[in-house]
């Protein structure tokens, strides 16, 4: 079955960097494209970030455009997000995320935040 495990989140000060990591298995992890999300209080979950099959093509939320970098290591079926300059607003839940039949599969969630 699949599993989508997030781990690296925690307290932060402002201008700071995380290194967020998604552990997948249970699907042939190379052949899909991942996503991370976010979620702070009161708001909607929000795309975050896509990292597709190829490793290649990426694409960011405007929000963190410039400051965050998505990659994947298809050996280990990891998943990582590299998150610099961090912001007050960047203090959410954080959320690996697959697509997979019509499927939206979802870790547990990591607690980033950010504050002084």
């Known amino acids: 079955q699949v599993q989508l495990v997030e781990s690296g989140g925690g307290l932060v000060q402002p201008g700071g960097s995380l290194r967020l990591s998604c552990a997948a298995s249970?699907?042939?992890?190379?052949?899909?494209?991942m996503r991370w999300y976010r979620q702070a209080p009161g708001n909607e979950r929000e795309l975050v970030a896509i990292?597709?099959?190829?490793?290649?093509?990426?694409k960011y939320a405007d929000s963190v455009k410039g400051r965050f970098t998505i990659s994947r290591d298809d050996a280990k079926k990891m998943m990582y997000l590299q998150m610099d300059s961090l912001k007050s607003e960047d203090t959410a839940v954080y959320y690996c995320?697959?697509?997979?039949?019509?499927?939206?599969?979802w870790g547990q969630g990591t607690q980033v935040t950010v504050s002084s």
């Open positions: 249970g699907f042939p992890f190379s052949r899909y494209a």
């Open positions: 990292i597709f099959s190829s490793g290649v093509l990426t």
């Open positions: 995320n697959l697509g997979l039949d019509n499927v939206n599969y």
